[in-house]
């Protein structure tokens, strides 16, 4: 096991083990405190591009499936955790967390300190960090660092959305919406249709409104064929 450090943007530096793959990774540190549901915290658009630290000590214990992503891919950069679990246990799981890095190339380091840094970054604010397995040059990690630039006011809403316009859920349902996918959790898809049973149709973030009119037209003259009510709300955004 290599070696790994954790560099924040203020100097402050806390030393640990790399797994997984080695390398460096930067982004903006910030801190989650589920007691479980690892697997769906990675995969969440709403951390696209970020380190996150888990206050959670032990992760990967119950391995990882299929069914608990909330996007199609890994979406933090990196992950900084106290314990992490080679071995898992659990009926349904479909794999270990550490082969689901190595398949996503996901850098991450164990052993941090995790409670002393989520402390420090509650008291100071979320800020760019940098991982890595480099131990021996703090100095030029601290120059990547002044690359990176700030989280606020960055265009990611284009990195998570869906390309392609697609449908969920039930085609003969009576009530549907359009909606636009700009980084939507797949629980929210889940847990809607079962309270209101729509058919969401979702477009691509940036896609020609030309594009997403015509969609629209033909699903609304589908359904007065079909005297059935179509619920209006074009590009309404479901994050």
């Not at 943007?9 to 007691?35: H, L, P, W, Y």
């Amino acid at each position: 096991m290599a070696k790994g450090v954790l560099a924040l943007e203020d100097g402050r530096i806390f030393k640990g083990e790399g797994f997984g793959i080695e390398g460096v990774q930067t982004g903006e540190a910030v801190f989650n405190t589920s007691m479980t549901g690892y697997q769906e915290i990675f995969t969440d658009p709403s951390y696209f591009g970020q380190l996150m630290v888990t206050t959670n000590p032990h992760i990967g214990n119950y391995g990882v499936n299929v069914n608990e992503m909330e996007s199609t891919s890994i979406k933090i950069k990196g992950l900084i955790c106290k314990n992490f679990s080679y071995n898992y246990s659990r009926v349904d799981a479909q794999g270990s967390l550490e082969d689901f890095f190595n398949t996503h190339n996901l850098f991450a380091i164990s052993d941090i300190d995790t409670r002393a840094l989520v402390g420090y970054i509650r008291d100071n604010g979320a800020m760019n960090a940098v991982i890595s397995t480099d131990v021996n040059d703090i100095e030029s990690l601290k120059k990547q660092l002044l690359q990176i630039p700030q989280m606020e006011g960055l265009e990611l809403a284009s990195k998570v959305s869906t390309k392609q316009p697609y449908f969920y859920g039930d085609k003969n349902a009576r009530y549907k919406i359009a909606a636009l996918d700009i980084g939507i959790k797949k629980n929210i898809l889940r847990n809607s249709l079962v309270i209101f049973y729509f058919l969401i149709i979702f477009f691509f973030f940036v896609s020609p409104l030309k594009q997403r009119e015509n969609i629209l037209r033909g699903q609304m003259r589908k359904q007065k064929r079909r005297n059935k009510m179509y619920l209006h709300i074009p590009f309404f955004p479901l994050l």
